[in-house]
């Protein structure tokens, strides 16, 4: 079956830390790569985008992705974070070709950042 | 435009009791989703819709029920609620399939229905 892992649940860093928060994903087919940020209060939005080509995606915030085809990876990263990207953070992985419709979008059970000021 | 949108945002329940939650996106999209967000176990599809009048069953489906009368609209409803129905319930859409084309599924997230059922 699909499935996305994420490998931390939660994570607490000081600001001007590096980030890098992993995904796995299992799926046989070609896919699209998703990462969603939930800050408090807040509904998911998209952060970042793995459609084709470059592997290497820059999203939003100074966010940034690379796609690791042979070892099913998605791992987001951030060279420098700041308290306001305390928030909750999920992976996500879809089809990238038309199926039966047996396999939609699956996301990650979620990393919960905070960043100390 | 306001993208999508959920009502109510916030509800109490008895168990037993009904309700219908609201989702409405102007965006013209075709697909729409509805999800429930627990603690520890991300987002789980319940039902989702791949076009007016259409309704599929995603991986959590019992105990809710859904239509898709008119496009822009899509409702979950909750027949008989459960305490373990609370959760919050968030709805999206997508673009979906393009003819010939990759998949567009960057989904659009509502603000979220906080449900609690005693």
Redesign the interface.
């Known amino acids: 079956a699909q499935s996305v892992s994420q490998h931390n649940?939660h994570v607490i860093l000081s600001e001007a830390a590096s980030l890098e928060l992993g995904c796995n994903y299992s799926y046989g087919g070609t896919v699209?790569l998703?990462w969603?940020v939930q800050y408090p209060g807040?509904?998911?939005?998209?952060l970042l985008?793995y459609?084709?080509g470059d592997p290497l995606v820059k999203g939003i915030k100074g966010f940034e992705a690379e796609f690791i085809k042979s070892k099913f990876s998605f791992n987001l990263r951030k060279p420098s974070v700041q308290w306001s990207d305390t928030a909750e953070y999920?992976c996500a992985v879809?089809?990238?070709?038309?199926n039966t419709?047996g396999f939609?979008?699956i996301?990650?059970?979620?990393t919960r950042l905070f960043v100390k000021a | 435009n306001a993208g999508v949108t959920q009502t109510p945002k916030f509800r109490v329940l008895k168990t037993g009791q009904s309700m219908t939650l609201l989702c409405a996106q102007d965006m013209n999209h075709e697909y729409m989703?509805w999800?429930r967000q627990d603690p520890?176990?991300?987002?789980?599809?319940i039902h989702?819709s791949?076009g007016e009048g259409t309704t599929?069953k995603?991986e959590v489906p019992d105990g809710y029920n859904v239509s898709r009368l008119k496009k822009q609209n899509f409702l979950l409803g909750l027949e008989s609620a459960a305490p373990s129905q609370t959760s919050v319930y968030?709805c999206?859409s997508s673009l979906g399939?393009t003819s010939g084309g990759?998949?567009q599924?960057?989904?659009?997230?509502?603000?979220?229905t906080r449900l609690l059922v005693l």
Not at chain 1, 94 to 98: E, L, Y
């Open positions: 649940h699209n998703f969603y807040q509904h998911l939005q998209l985008k459609f084709s999920f879809s089809p990238a070709v038309s419709g939609k979008t996301f990650g059970a979620g | 989703y999800y520890g176990m991300g987002l789980r599809l989702y791949v599929a995603g968030f999206a399939w990759p998949s599924e960057t989904q659009y997230f509502g603000p979220g």
